[in-house]
């Protein structure tokens, strides 16, 4: 099976050869993945083919998404299944197995730019896929349902650290609440599909999530990613803010592992913080640690406010950090700090362009 990098490949492999994880519980089932195209989609489906190898779980894994392309380099390197379509529409019942034991639902609008410009698509696309995904769910007696929310859904508060009942306000006159306040109305939703059909749903709420797996995608505006391609370039990096908000992050491999926690150890209508809390800094905190220790100093962290700032889309400022005690009683534990975060991020990024170099080349 071939991976992207060899980073990406011995997170992958550190995921899968964690032997104290109840693989077996896996075994002959049938996994659904939505947002299959995305980020977390992705690297799951990747990460599921490996463990359904490793250990001869003979599960069937299915792939959701709208990027056929994508998909079909999916099924092409991992052997899954894919489905290609829009959340928002109901998958036909013939394309889908007659078992789904599992699913892990991804699939979400999570661009700012699109939080302001599109927050109708935003809320549609989040309360329609959630709504499809839960009522298959009820339909195949799934055993495990994990919704993809995020650390977003706690809004304005005062708190310094925050745990799962804390949440506080959204300015629902602003267009880009409309990507919290889906994913509050998308929570809320699950949990009366427990309560009324006995849908096994677990909730997690993912902070700022990147790292090896992490497309290298100049049209990505996230914070880390524009950081991350400053140090690459070997360019200062810019502020358009002043850098006061807390930023909540987490390695891409340990939200994974997160991920699958829940699925297999979660409390059904539980939600879960799945962050590192050491790794817990403002953003201008965090883009002079990246501009000192792992570019060495060679380039600098400079601000630019834009006078059009209301208009960037940027989330509003907090000033906590996610309490994860409640994810860590189920077994898990981050492993990656914020400087290995972006250190992996760039030995991928830097191995993946080396290798669309060398086939040019050889073109």
């Known amino acids: 099976m071939k991976v992207l990098s060899n980073v990406f490949e011995s997170d992958i492999l550190e995921i899968t050869n964690d032997g104290k994880f109840p693989w077996d519980q896996l075994k002959t089932g049938t996994m659904l993945v939505t947002g299959a195209t995305g980020l977390i989609g992705g690297i799951l489906v990747r990460t599921l083919a490996i463990a359904n190898a490793k250990y001869d779980l003979e599960m069937q894994i299915v792939a959701h998404g709208r990027n056929e392309d994508k998909l079909k380099t999916l099924t092409r390197e991992c052997g899954v299944q894919s489905i290609v379509g829009d959340i928002r529409k109901p ?13 892990i639902h ?12 599109k927050p109708v698509d935003v809320l549609i696309t989040s309360i329609e896929g959630t709504t499809n995904m839960l009522n298959i ?22 708190l310094c650290e925050v745990k799962e009942t ?5 300015d629902l006159s602003n267009p880009r609440s409309s990507y919290p306040e889906s994913k509050r109305f998308c929570e809320a939703l699950s949990v009366a599909y427990a309560t009324q059909y006995g849908v096994p749903v677990k909730i997690a709420r993912l902070s700022r999530t990147f790292g090896a797996g992490t497309p290298n995608n100049k049209d990505d505006t996230r914070v880390a990613n524009q950081f991350a391609r400053k ?14 908000s807390i930023s909540n992050c987490c ?10 926690t829940i699925l ?6 539980e939600a879960y913080n799945v962050a590192n809390p050491d790794a817990s800094m403002t953003i201008h905190e965090m883009a002079e640690l990246v501009a000192n220790n792992v570019c060495g100093g060679s380039i600098k962290v400079v601000f630019k406010v834009p006078e059009d700032l209301q208009k960037r889309g940027y989330a509003p400022d907090v000033g906590y950090t996610l309490n994860t005690d409640k994810i860590k009683a189920l077994g898990w534990e981050p ?12 030995e991928d990024w830097r191995t993946n362009q080396n290798t669309l170099n060398d086939r040019k080349e050889r073109k």
């Open 335 to 346: 492993k990656f700090g914020i400087e290995d975060m972006y250190k992996r991020m760039l």
């Open 137 to 158: 769910a009820k339909e195949r007696n799934c055993k495990s349902f994990v919704f993809l929310s995020t650390m977003e859904v706690y809004g304005q508060t005062e």
């Open 264 to 269: 297999l150890k979660g409390q059904n209508s």
């Open 251 to 260: 390695y891409t491999a340990d939200a994974i592992r997160g991920l699958l």
């Open 166 to 170: 804390n949440l506080g306000y959204l």
């Open 106 to 117: 991804c699939a979400a609008i999570t661009s700012s730019a699109d939080m302001l410009a």
């Open 231 to 244: 140090a690459l370039a070997g360019e200062n990096i810019e502020l358009h803010t002043p850098g006061s």
């Open 91 to 103: 998958i036909p019942a013939e394309k889908l197995p007659v078992s789904i034991d599992y699913i």
